[in-house]
């Protein structure tokens, strides 16, 4: 509960602080998800450093958003075929445990899924969601900027287009 109060507390900060900062100001907002930390699904601490340094493509879902469910599949087909290549997935789950844990029961995923509840909305929107669609996704070059935004469900072609980058 700590970690997802303190979560909406530098959200909720980013927000106000991105909202009076110009666009080319944004890399500090982005440098905060990096001091961030995610309780799985099994109750381990994810935390955002140790995704630096490698591209990263970062999801946001949920079970209850039916675009969010269908894109898993492709995610997981893009992880397992692009980990040897440096890749991170990750799939932050804007949702409660027990749904999460019940999808995965079902549909196992072979990236890491981490728990932000309903303030990864306002970290999504922090972001560049400003809408707080689901789904979303951000692509972090290995220099943990942003380099690619999504909101609507992935296709094939937004994948292949993101493979190259480093």
């Not at 998800?33 to 109750?43: A, H, K, N, S, Y």
């Not at 070059?141 to 190259?164: C, F, N, T, Y």
Request: hydrophobic share 45%; with cysteine.
């Amino acid at each position: 509960m700590g970690a997802v109060a303190s979560m909406a507390a530098l959200a909720g900060a980013g927000l106000a602080w991105r909202k009076y900062q110009p666009e080319e100001a944004m890399p500090v907002l982005d440098n905060a998800l990096w001091q961030m930390t995610f309780t799985t699904p099994e109750g381990q601490t994810l935390r955002m450093a140790d995704l630096r340094g490698k591209p990263l493509l970062l999801n946001f879902w949920a079970t209850w958003c039916p675009p969010c469910v269908e894109e898993l599949p492709l995610l997981n087909s893009f992880f397992k075929e692009n980990t040897e290549k440096g890749w991170q997935v990750l799939g932050l789950a804007v949702d409660q445990l027990a749904p999460v844990k019940r999808f995965l029961a079902n549909s196992p995923l072979a990236f890491p899924i981490g728990l932000s509840g309903m303030p990864g909305l306002e970290l999504s929107k922090s972001l560049g969601n400003l809408s707080g669609s689901l789904p979303f996704s951000v692509v972090f070059g290995s220099d943990g900027q942003v380099a690619h935004r999504k909101i609507g469900k992935i296709k094939p072609e937004d994948l292949k287009a993101w493979a190259g980058l480093k």
